[in-house]
């Protein structure tokens, strides 16, 4: 079966300093992956997918980046954190039951003091 | 521009009676559309879907309906029970690898 792995888990980064959440996919090859965030009050806001290696599509301009360096690995980025940038961050890639529905990762909370 | 909108941000049901989750989507592309359901610091749990050519898909306690000339859908949870005390989010793709999320509906269960 398919499972996806978030770390950390939980962030706690002052505004100014880099960030990079990892996402990685086991059980499945070639998935198309995405990068969601959940703002207070905002609900969850596509940021990136990505349909393969080195293959990246942003949604909104942020100051965030996206990374696909291996097949199963989506990673996220940042130079410098803004206090915008806290938020729950959800990776996710359709399942292997359906291709039509997307399966979640458990999340990485990102505090930005 | 919300393409997928969730006008109730909360809503409260009484245990064992109905709860009803509206969506709302002005993308005429979309053909496809999700129901999730998240807990507090947890990923969201898919719940049930629908594509376009139905009006209408059942799960158990969950149904969700479609209306497609008022872009509109709907997801009945029968008998609400106090476990389903979460945050809803309805979700539609069509056309590209895109899935759209609402901005979700707190729904609390009382007991």
């Known amino acids: 079966s398919q499972t996806i792995h978030q770390w950390p888990a939980t962030l706690v980064q002052p505004v100014g300093s880099p960030l990079s959440l990892e996402c990685t996919v086991e059980g499945t090859s070639n998935p198309n992956l995405y990068w969601y965030r959940q703002a207070a009050g905002r609900g969850l806001q596509l940021l990136f997918y990505?349909?393969?290696?080195?293959?990246i599509s942003s949604e909104v301009p942020q100051n965030l980046s996206a990374s696909r360096p291996q097949d199963r690995q989506f990673i996220l980025s940042s130079k410098k954190l803004l206090l915008s940038d806290s938020g729950f961050y959800l990776c996710a890639s359709p399942s292997l039951a359906g291709a039509n529905v997307l399966t979640f990762g458990a999340g990485s909370r990102l505090t930005v003091l | 521009d919300q393409q997928v909108k969730q006008n109730s941000p909360s809503l409260s049901v009484q245990e064992g009676r109905i709860s009803i989750l509206n969506c709302d989507y002005t993308?005429?592309?979309?053909?496809?559309f999700l129901w999730y359901k998240k807990y507090p610091a947890e990923g969201p749990t898919f719940l049930i879907s629908i594509s376009s050519i139905k009006d209408k898909n059942e799960d158990g306690r969950f149904t969700v309906f479609l209306n497609k000339s008022a872009k509109h859908l709907s997801l009945h949870i029968v008998p609400s029970q106090p476990g389903d005390s979460a945050v809803y989010f309805c979700a539609a793709s069509g056309g590209t690898y895109k899935y759209i999320f609402g901005t979700g509906t707190r729904l609390k269960v009382l007991a």
């Open positions: 993308n005429s592309m979309f053909d496809y």
């Open positions: 990505s349909v393969g290696i080195g293959q």
